[in-house]
């Protein structure tokens, strides 16, 4: 009975993985498709941040307290402009290789993101949503 459960449960897990993606805009636009999803910084630093959109919500999660609002349209398009140019300007490294890097995920599909340029910072991206004091 336990190796049946056990069985059954790694099946779940497994079906449960969001299935990984090569960084195009078509990917990328069938994770916007879902209208839920979440887009993710990982800067070499190891400190990550999100931001995760839900029923025309925006949560920002960081190492300072989340924050949860409504979202305007105006802010989409910003957003969805933001992660469109770092798909263009992608890089081709190895895991390995990352740096930093972003992912675009919900929860069917997950592409990862290394950005070729440094010049496209999360931190300006947060700033103009005024989602920091700072």
Known sequence: MAQKFILLTMIFLLIGC????????????????????????????????????????LVYKSDQPTIRREITYDEVLLINDFIQTIINVHSDKQEAEFSSYYVVKNTAYKVTIVPEQEDYY?????????????
Request: glycine fraction near 2%; aromatic fraction near 14%.
């Open 18 to 57: 969001a299935q990984v993606l090569p960084p195009t805009p078509e990917n990328v636009n069938k994770i916007f498709a879902s209208q839920d999803f979440t887009f993710e910084f990982h800067p070499n630093n190891g400190v990550s941040e999100s931001l995760s959109f839900r029923n025309d919500y």
């Open 122 to 134: 999360f931190e300006a991206l947060i700033k103009t949503l005024k989602l920091t004091d700072n």
